[in-house]
Structure formats: structure tokens, C-alpha cells
Nanobody, 114 residues
């Protein structure tokens, strides 16, 4: 039972990245899935969520209009398309989900810098 993130890296301000979260060992399609992030010296914070029923989404105000959460249930994979990245988006990004939202991935580093 695990979540594995990928897709992080170094990007210039205004650039884009797409993160992936591959799930295994549980019924991915029945649970809400979320992205969180933790910047240097900061608390872990909510970024986005996609709900299991109907696929409705929620976003933190700081990323609304720039980030898009999606999932491919046939691949047990969740995505976070990040556009117009800003230096303040620099963080380790984690996916979260599964039963009682107890599962966390290991994180993937996103660095936004000129």
C-alpha cells in the first residue's frame, strides 16, 4: 500500500510542471485524493483535492487559477498540473489519500527560481 510522487524539478518563474502520484495496494477509485506541500521552514499546507464521487475539486486560494488536479482511475494515478509557477510555490509536494486519508507519499521537490 503506497503512494509514489514524481515529476518535481527546477523551473523558472512562469513555467509549468506536472506532478504525478501513483497509488497501489488499495481501491484508489473510492477515495478522495489530495496534494499538500511544505515549503522551507513552513508547515505542511493543503494545495488541492479531488473527490471520489463526481470528481469535484477544491483548491487553496494561493493556487486557484494556476494549478489543476486530476486523476486517471484506470491508471490509479493522480496529477497536479502547475502553471505560472512562482518562487513561493517552492516546496516539497506530497500526495495524500487512501483509507481515512492516512497514506502519504515520500514527496517530490519543486523549486521555482530564475
Amino acid at each position: 500500500v503506497q503512494l509514489v510522487e514524481s515529476g518535481g524539478g527546477l523551473v523558472q518563474p512562469g513555467g509549468s510542471l506536472r506532478l504525478s502520484c501513483a497509488a497501489s495496494g488499495f481501491a484508489f477509485r473510492v477515495y478522495a485524493m489530495s496534494w499538500y506541500r511544505q515549503g522551507p521552514g513552513q508547515e505542511r499546507e493543503f494545495v488541492a483535492r479531488i473527490n471520489s464521487r463526481g470528481g469535484s475539486t477544491d483548491y487553496a486560494d494561493s493556487v486557484k487559477g494556476r494549478f489543476i488536479i486530476s486523476e486517471d482511475k484506470t491508471k490509479n494515478t493522480m496529477y497536479l498540473q502547475m502553471n505560472n509557477l512562482k518562487p513561493e510555490d517552492t516546496a516539497v509536494y506530497y500526495c495524500n489519500g487512501g483509507p481515512s486519508s492516512m497514506l502519504w507519499g515520500q514527496g517530490t521537490q519543486v523549486t521555482v527560481s530564475p
